[in-house]
Structures are given as structure tokens and as C-alpha cells.
Nanobody
């Protein structure tokens, strides 16, 4: 029903892996940079990764080497593969989109948002 729909959240033990998927409309997928953000209680929303129609990717330092963002051009989906998860990764994860280029991981530059999905990493 929403323009962007996240799925795949849940609870995982520290050191485990989890895969999130964002379903977009075809028009949004083809014309927007797609990004992943997260927000923990009492914390500001943080940009963690993005990717555009050119398939180039950008990552925040906090997830570099652990998380992988990828595109499926047939299904119009963006995925976030999260590995070596830590308790500090616990947050609500959001999919977002901005026109046009992936020039920023600042939340204020993204105009379209999903509802979020909870990721909890336990010790």
C-alpha cells in the first residue's frame, strides 16, 4: 500500500545475519536513488547505505565491510544484507528514495520513505 515497503526485520543473535528487502514502484526504482537508514530510540536517523540506477554503492563507516546493498532490476527491489551484526545495530530500519543522484546520505535530502522495520540484535 505504501510507496516503499520494507520486509525482513526481526531478532537475531550477535554475530548473525539478516537480509532486508525494500519493494518500490517501477517508476520510483528507475528514477530515484534508493537508501537505507536506521534510527534507535533517542537517536537521530542515520544514513547507512544507498544505491542508484548505475548500481554504484555508498556506505557509512559504521557498516562498511559488514553490510551490502544491492539492486534487483527485475523485481524493482533494494536489499540490505547485514552480516556480523552487533547489539548497537539494533534500530528501526527505513528504506527511502530521493531524486535523482546518490549524492547524499543525509535523511533530509530524501523525500519518500517506507514505514520501517524493526531489527533487534541480542547478545
Amino acid at each position: 500500500q505504501a510507496d516503499l515497503m520494507e520486509s525482513g526485520g526481526g531478532t537475531v543473535q550477535a554475530g548473525g545475519s539478516l537480509r532486508l528487502t525494500c519493494q518500490a514502484s517501477a517508476l520510483t526504482y528507475l528514477t530515484h536513488c534508493m537508501g537505507w537508514f536506521r534510527q534507535a530510540p533517542g537517536k537521530e536517523r542515520q544514513g547507512i547505505a544507498n544505491t542508484g540506477p548505475d548500481n554504484k554503492t555508498n556506505y557509512a563507516d559504521s557498516v562498511q565491510g559488514r553490510f551490502i546493498v544491492s539492486r534487483d532490476n527485475v523485481k524493482n527491489t533494494i536489499s540490505l544484507e547485514m552480516n556480523s551484526l552487533k547489539p548497537e545495530d539494533t534500530a528501526i530500519y527505513y528504506c527511502a528514495a530521493r531524486k535523482w543522484a546518490c549524492v547524499s546520505l543525509e535523511a533530509d535530502s530524501y523525500n519518500l520513505w517506507g514505514q520501517g522495520t524493526q531489527v533487534t540484535v541480542s547478545s
